[in-house]
């Protein structure tokens, strides 16, 4: 359901009053990945990065995840093949782009559940 939806809704965080939010997100060998776009404080990025649990609503269902950030080039070269898949109209390609971009890269996270 998540590598057929073009935003998934996630909730960053376990002690934060953060709403869900929708954020692009893709499916990589059966494992779920985000990279963050603005990284700004108080963002998904960051809480995350103080409190690794959250929740992601796929249709009615949530699921309670923690957040594991990805060092691995490789797996990050594949998260980005796969951005590049899945949002590939004109209004997309600018950001799946600035996705390529090692700041960007930096932000890889995966979500497992919990």
């Known amino acids: 359901a998540i590598g057929e939806r073009k935003l998934l809704a996630i ?3 376990s002690r934060s009053r953060h709403r869900f939010i929708a954020i692009w997100a893709v499916v990589v060998n059966g494992r779920v990945f985000a990279r963050s776009w603005m990284q700004k404080p108080g963002g998904w990025y960051r809480t995350f990065l103080d ?3 959250g929740t992601i609503q796929v ?5 309670r995840i923690r957040v594991v950030p990805i060092r691995s080039i490789r797996i990050r070269d594949a998260v980005e093949r796969a951005y590049a898949e899945k949002y590939s109209t004109p209004g997309s390609i600018k950001y799946v782009r600035g996705f390529r971009t090692a ?4 932000t890889t996270m995966e979500f497992v559940p919990r």
């Open 103 to 106: 700041r960007r890269r930096e």
């Open 11 to 13: 909730r960053a965080g």
């Open 59 to 63: 249709g009615a269902r949530q699921i």
């Open 51 to 53: 409190d690794p649990r």
